[in-house]
């Protein structure tokens, strides 16, 4: 089992940059592929971005393609998510998630076993 905490979210306006960390412990992280999900009140839970345990390939969704760009560290077992350009659109709960490793990025949330407890970005207008 793999325990995730995310940090870096927080208040900010619209254009600015954030950027997201997701700090695994427990099994070998590099054994695990990573993914972002973000949910705002009222919303389902959508993925974000995705990458797997290789770092080799990756999946953005259409939504922030181009602006929201997604990394891991094996070393520092740390997954980013580096967000430009912030619309207030983009104020949600951000959830890290892992599962264990696979050779492409899966999307729906119930493919994903493990999930931290969330970090708000909120961006104001």
């Known amino acids: 089992q793999v325990q995730l905490v995310e940090s870096g979210g927080g208040l900010v306006q619209a254009g600015d940059s954030l950027r997201l960390s997701c700090a695994a412990s427990?099994?070998?992280?590099?054994?695990?592929?990573m993914a972002w999900f973000r949910q705002a009140p009222g919303k389902e839970r959508e993925f974000v971005a995705g990458?797997?345990?290789?770092?080799?390939?990756?999946s953005v969704a259409a939504t922030v393609r181009g602006r929201f760009f997604i990394s891991r560290d094996n070393n520092k077992y740390t997954v980013y998510l580096q967000m430009n350009s912030l619309k207030a659109e983009d104020t949600a709960v951000y959830y890290c998630?892992?599962?264990?490793?696979?050779?492409?990025?899966?999307?729906?949330?119930?493919?994903?076993?493990?999930w931290g407890q969330g970090a708000q970005v909120t961006v104001s207008s």
């Open positions: 427990g099994r070998p992280f590099p054994n695990y592929n």
């Open positions: 998630a892992a599962k264990i490793l696979d050779t492409d990025v899966e999307v729906a949330a119930s493919d994903y076993p493990y």
């Open positions: 990458i797997t345990w290789t770092g080799y390939r990756t």
